[in-house]
């Protein structure tokens, strides 16, 4: 699978790590940064990783920052993304099940290495279920899907 990653200073070192254990694992890794630990803006690579799952690029993205919060924040900006942001696998799961997910989202200081690759295994493995769920998902991608409840 061509999986798209990002995150901000914060979650540089899990970034790194997932990078290598993505591409030992056989997808096609795509690394949007940073390339350091240098101080960054989480709302940058956000948006550059939604960008890459709207043109694209990627068929998943993983988006992390300290909280995760920030950087879901931002990819969900974009109108693309389904950004899901989680901390353990049932969640993961249930994002792409129930919500067509496309990018996950984590902590980087609030998930280890192990949970964060659980929830990563949970969330590549999962497909969208539709049926029911595909009504509610196209609403999200709607120009204005605040109405009245039916």
Known sequence: MRIAIASD??????KEMLVAWLGDEGHEVHDLGPHSDARVDY?????????AIATGEAERGIALCGSG???????NRHPAARCALVGEPLSAALAREHNDANILAMGARLTGEDMAKACITAFLATAFAGGRHAPRVDKLGAPSFAKEPA
């Open 43 to 51: 709302p940058d690579y956000g948006f550059a990783l939604a960008e």
């Open 69 to 75: 919060i920030g950087i879901s924040i931002a990819a």
């Open 9 to 14: 200073h914060a979650a540089f070192a899990l």
